[in-house]
């Protein structure tokens, strides 16, 4: 009788539907027109700076849901309020531009928008680092947030951000008195998806999570002539190409190896025939460090190379190397504790263990950092949600983990459903959570 009754409730309760969950439905509610909203998006990306029918979207939405909204705040930066009583102050942040690069996807929503870079330099514009996603899923959040009142208090302040792809947009947004026009948080979130983890699934990590990021610049003097006589000339090509050799010893030899950097020589540029020794050569490098000491060593080092090269070559002191390290430079992105480890507890109960992963730190750049750096005291977490399709993770793995598009190919196209859905839900749950009564 009693293993009867053992199998009686054992089938009974397979038999009755799983528990509702507030947060999960009302996500999945709101789905469908966050996809659509999601291919409007992806099919009109703008450019850094020049998000004008981006940001109105963001506004439209944010206005329909009950949100105090302005615009144009740090240029085209949307800063949307909902006041719920007292409480904490949580900012949310996604960001929205595109970038310079002709989509190849071949979704039947691809964008075939074309612009001009700063540069002048015609291109196609395409979301190929999926910021679309993240402006979906910050819409669904912001709904859920405001259809779920009664769960929470305090001030929700969602932040639709230009310009994170030049590392300008958070930084204006301060500058424009973000935390002053609209109030301090205690708390802020974000999240990025992710071409290195299958969709749906979510990375998150304490400590630091996106590297500094530097562009410099080194333009090398010499004297020019005939590449007949080169020892009339100084030469700044054979004077560049000692410089980039001496500069790889800054990591291997200067960097604690327990530290981790980059110095990577993007660009080259010297010369415009065969025959003929150059006045200058330019080296575009870019420069990456997950702590400000580290950064300065990199920079200084860099400076000190360049004009001890020249030295040993023979430049005289007024033709020196000029050394520009370009401004803005993207800070370190922190994640901090406690928030970081509350949010992978969170996370790992809402989700399961098998969908929250700890991940390293990437040596990319992300500007979300200038919100937690302006003030310290602000508990501050960016998560991963992983984009690829299954199938598409699963036949790479087999191939030994090759053959997957990166953020900012043109062939990258996540499994959006998966990312918005997974991401919404888990920025209203990790909300709800700040915000509880």
Sequence with gaps: MKHLLIAAASSLAFALPAAADPVRDATAKELPSLMALYRDLHASPEL?????????????????????????????????????????????????????????TGLPFASKVRGKTPEGVETGIMHACAHDTHMAAWVGTLRNLAAMKDQWKGTVVMVAQPAEESS?????????????????????????????????????????????????????????????YPATTKDPIVLGARIVSALQTLVSREVDPQEAAVVTVGSFQGGTRHNIIPEQ???????????????????????RIARGEAIAAGIPEDQLPVVKVREPFTPPTVSTDPFASELKTLFTARFGADRVKDIPPTMAGEDFGRFHIADPSIQSVIYWVGGVPQDKWDAAQAAGGKGLPSLHSSKWAPDAEKVIGTAAEAMTAAALDVLKR
């Design 48 to 104: 850094s700076q020049h998000e004008v029918n981006t940001a109105a979207k963001m506004a439209v939405e944010a206005r329909k849901a009950g949100y105090t909204v302005t615009e144009k705040v740090g240029g085209t930066g949307v800063v949307a309020v909902l006041k719920n009583g007292e409480g904490p102050t949580l900012l949310i942040r996604a960001d929205m531009d595109g970038l310079p690069v002709t989509e190849e």
């Design 168 to 228: 300008k947009g958070a930084l204006a947004m301060l500058e424009d008195g973000l935390y002053e026009r609209f109030g301090k948080p205690s708390h802020a979130i974000a999240f990025h998806n992710s071409a290195a983890l299958p969709a749906g699934t979510i990375g998150i990590r304490s400590g630091p999570t996106f590297a500094s990021v530097d562009s410099v610049d080194i333009l090398v003097k010499g004297v020019g002539g005939h590449g007949a």
């Design 281 to 303: 050569a330019l080296m575009l490098l870019t420069v990456r460090a997950y702590t400000p000491e580290v950064r300065k060593q990199l920079l200084e080092g860099i400076a």
